[in-house]
Nanobody, 124 residues
Framework: VQLQASGGGLVQPGGSLRLSCAASGGTYSRYQMAWFRQTPGKEREFVAS????????NYADSVKARFTISKDDAKNTVYLQMNSLKLEDTAVYYCAADPWGNSKYSARGSYDYWGLGTLVTVSS
């Protein structure tokens, strides 16, 4: 499975961005998908996940009520809608795929496939 993240950029505090993660190869529609983010000197952290069916979503406390993860199986794409962005949301955002539906959805080790990341910069 190859994952390609896009949609990052520069946005002012309070603004919005939508990230996309296009998947190719494999049976994408049966995978649990997630977004993680990383800033220099810090470990990659969980942001949000969505089950293969789309029925279950999970979020880090820091982004709840601001970010929404969704998927479009017809387009083999996962989205992360980010609203009310804060300075601390600045990071490289990575999408990830888990073929096994691991219950530890927030653990980096649960995901076998990773995209290259897209940079989100929140700055005034």
């Amino acid at each position: 499975v190859q994952l390609q993240a896009s949609g990052g950029g520069l946005v002012q505090p309070g603004g919005s961005l939508r990230l996309s993660c296009a998947a190719s190869g494999g049976t994408y529609s049966r995978y649990q998908m997630a977004w993680f983010r990383q800033t220099p000197g810090k470990e990659r952290e969980f942001v949000a996940s969505i089950s293969w069916s789309g029925a279950s979503t999970n979020y880090a406390d820091s982004v709840k009520a601001r970010f929404t993860i969704s998927k479009d199986d017809a387009k083999n794409t996962v989205y992360l809608q980010m609203n009310s962005l804060k300075l601390e949301d600045t990071a490289v955002y990575y999408c990830a795929a888990d073929p096994w539906g691991n219950s530890k959805y927030s653990a980096r080790g649960s995901y076998d496939y990773w995209g290259l990341g897209t940079l989100v910069t929140v700055s005034s």
